[in-house]
Each structure stands twice: as C-alpha cells, then as structure tokens.
C-alpha cells in the first residue's frame, strides 16, 4: 500500500511541487509523491498546481502562455525554486510517482503528452528508472497517453475523480478506455465503499485522495485500497502502522 505525498510536504522552508517539499515528504515516510503539471509556452513541463505563480510566487504569470525562463526567473525572485518535471523524476530516482497533468488549453493536448513522454523516454535512456501513474481530471490525457506511450516506458494511466464523481462511474470509464488506476476523491470512495472490491474484481487499482484523517486512512486501509494521496505522509504512516499493529 503507497503513500503518496500530495504536492510533495510543504513547510516554512519547502513551498509545494518543488524539488525541497519532495526531498521533505521523503523524509516524512512517504513512499513517493503526487505532483502537478503544467505545459508551458515554449514546451516545458512545469510542476505546478495552479495556472498561474500568484499564489506560490506571488507573480501573475500563466505558465500555459509564458516561457520556461520567464516562470523561473519569476519565481527566483520570490525564493521559490520553481521545478521541472524531469528535476522532480532526478530527485526521485525510481521511488513511485504520481504526475498528475492538469486540464491542458484547447487543442494542447496532443503537445502536453509529446512533452512528457519525451521526457520520460530521455530519462529512460540515461538509465533513471521510472515508476510513474499519468493522471488527470481529462480523460483525453490519459488516453493519448495510453494510446501513444511506448511500452518500454511501463506507464500506469489513471482517471482521476472529484468529489461529484462516483467511483463505480469512474471505474466504468476507466474500464472502457484500458486504464490501470482510477484515483476517486476520499469521500466519494467512504459514500462508495463496495467500489474497491469491484475494481480489483476487475483489474483495476483505486488510489484515492486527498486522505488526511487517520479514521478515513485506517478505513480505507481495511478495505484493501493501493496506495493513499495525503498531504500529511508523516502522521498517515504512523496511521498505517498503528492499523497494522491493531490487525496483528
């Protein structure tokens, strides 16, 4: 069962989806983490949740219509040491990763999966090994994903769900389309629960978020789910081992 650091852990020193709130979750005992992406202007895959730097940066730049350099310089100046994708992938050296590629322009598409399996075939040649899961609340990404992929590359795809999103909905869909995960929101999942037996019956991995509670970890940890999304991977694993301890 992974845990997986949503955003990485930011902190006083470690603003979220940079390479420090990455090395930080690590520490905090997660397995691996969940990071957000953006396609820049000029081709970058930026690691950012928002589509634009004010909230972490303070800068009004959109990252979909302004160049790498740019972003960069911006956030620099606001001691946020704005990340790449592939930085993200260096620092974590094979440990499991979730990408989760936001909402792409219209008719972006296409040029936002190129960029990251471009990426990802390049960091395979170096010899990084990879353990990555595509998702995204686009159905269209994950399946160019899916359908353009190498298969040496060894990508999970997943659907990722809202609060709105039924899980047996969005097994359905991922069923449909070949998919391996479906990533559903922590409440609808507990409104859901018979959802995980039905998707592992069938194949399929459920891997909800953002699951902060430890009554909701421990849970959802009976009910077999595969990994966790949590933004606190430190008190989640000590949830997770207190759940072990009690069934043993």
């Known amino acids: 069962m992974r845990l997986y650091a949503h955003r990485g852990s930011p902190g006083p020193t470690s603003v979220e ?6 090395l930080a979750c690590l520490l905090d005992g997660a397995d691996g983490v969940e990071v957000d992406l953006r396609l820049s202007a000029d081709g970058v895959l930026v690691v950012s949740h928002d589509p ?28 946020v040491p704005l990340a790449r994708v592939e930085e993200v992938l260096a620092v974590l050296a094979g440990r499991p990763v979730v990408l989760e590629v936001k909402r792409p322009l219209p008719g972006a598409v296409p040029a936002t999966v190129a960029a990251l399996l471009a990426v990802l075939t390049g960091l395979r040649q170096q010899g990084l090994p990879l353990d990555v899961t595509v998702s995204s609340f686009s159905p269209a990404v994950v399946a160019e994903v899916r359908a353009t992929a190498p298969g040496e590359l060894g990508l999970r795809t997943a659907l990722l769900g809202d609060v709105r999103d039924r899980p047996t909905s ?11 995960q479906v990533h559903p929101n922590v409440a609808a999942l507990l409104a859901e629960p018979a959802a995980v037996g039905r998707a592992h019956a069938l194949g399929v991995g459920v891997v909800p978020w953002t699951v902060n509670r430890g009554r909701a ?3 959802l940890a009976a009910l077999g ?14 949830a997770l081992a207190a759940e072990v301890r009690a069934v043993a």
Do not use: K
Request: contains cysteine.
């Open 17 to 22: 989806n940079t390479v420090p709130a990455v």
């Open 52 to 79: 634009t730097l004010r909230r972490t940066a303070g800068s009004g730049l959109a990252v979909a219509t302004s160049a790498w350099e740019e972003l960069r310089v911006a956030s620099a100046c606001a001691g």
């Open 170 to 180: 969005l097994l359905r869909q991922a069923l449909q389309d070949g998919h391996d």
């Open 217 to 219: 970890l421990r849970r």
């Open 225 to 238: 789910v595969d990994g966790f999304i949590t933004d606190v991977p430190r008190s989640a694993r000590l």
